[in-house]
């Protein structure tokens, strides 16, 4: 599976930006993870979406400021970023595992098998 992470690039504090993931697994069962590294930091999670349910996960702090959803047409797993902040600079990688994985599950790396290349998402004036 390959995956194809795109939509980054250099944005104004406040502002806005949508990634994308393509192609995710079609089926009912895979879970889209979004991660992102900072320079000189581990890789963190910061959204996931499983297809089954629909169910929706977030870092804290990008809740109520990222949104991840599906896109049915494109088959394609987004996530929209708003009010970003200069903290929010990183790499953004997509994952995907062809499994519902569990709860918990959703926000650690080594569930996922198959990943994007990453995109760049700067946040500066």
């Known amino acids: 599976v390959q995956l194809q992470a795109s939509g980054g690039g250099l944005v104004q504090p406040g502002g806005s930006l949508r990634l994308s993931c393509a192609p995710p697994?079609?089926?009912?069962?895979?879970?889209v993870g979004w991660f992102r590294q900072a320079p000189g930091k581990e890789r963190e999670f910061v959204a996931a979406?499983?297809?089954?349910?629909?169910?929706?996960y977030y870092k804290d702090s990008v809740k109520g400021r990222f949104t991840i959803s599906r896109d049915d047409v494109k088959n394609t797993v987004d996530l929209q970023m708003n009010s970003l902040k200069p903290e929010d600079t990183a790499v953004y990688y997509c994952?995907?595992?062809?499994?519902?994985?569990?709860?918990?599950?959703?926000?650690?790396?080594?569930?996922?098998?198959?990943w994007g290349q990453g995109t760049l998402v700067t946040v500066s004036s």
């Open positions: 979406y499983r297809r089954a349910g629909g169910d929706k």
């Open positions: 697994a079609s089926g009912r069962t895979f879970t």
């Open positions: 994952a995907m595992s062809p499994r519902r994985l569990i709860t918990s599950a959703t926000a650690t790396r080594e569930s996922y098998d198959y």
